[in-house]
Nanobody
Framework: QVQLVESGGGLVQAGGSLRLSCAASGRTLPNYGMGWFRQAPGKDRIFVAAMTWSSTNTYYADSVKGRFSISRDNAKNTVYLQMNNLKPEDTAVYYC?????????????????WGQGTQVTVSS
């Protein structure tokens, strides 16, 4: 099975930046789809960003387009979410997810593996 561990969350002022990391371990899969989701208190888990591991195709939610960037490092087997110009409405628990696929996936139900989540809090 695939194991995912997030890190990099914390408290930041509005307009600041954070970079989240997701380290993957387990058996090697021929194809990966990787995603970032977030969940605020009392709300559903929603899509943030996704990429295909091999081709590095990316896709973003409209709310974060131009501010967030998803990327990966093959040597470290790690995916990143660079978050710039953070806003209070970005406050949430952020989750890394993975699934064996050839393309982009944007629905939580499409992902088989999940990290434990990391808290991001943006103060005004």
């Amino acid at each position: 099975q695939v194991q995912l561990v997030e890190s990099g969350g914390g408290l930041v002022q509005a307009g600041g930046s954070l970079r989240l990391s997701c380290a993957a371990s387990g058996r090697t899969l021929p194809n990966y789809g990787m995603g970032w989701f977030r969940q605020a208190p009392g709300k559903d888990r929603i899509f943030v960003a996704a990429m295909t591991w091999s081709s590095t195709n990316t896709y973003y939610a409209d709310s974060v387009k131009g501010r967030f960037s998803i990327s990966r490092d093959n040597a470290k087997n790690t995916v990143y979410l660079q978050m710039n110009n953070l806003k209070p409405e970005d406050t949430a628990v952020y989750y890394c997810a993975a699934v064996q696929t050839l393309g982009i996936r944007v629905r939580p139900n499409e992902y088989a593996y999940w990290g434990q989540g990391t808290q991001v809090t943006v103060s005004s």
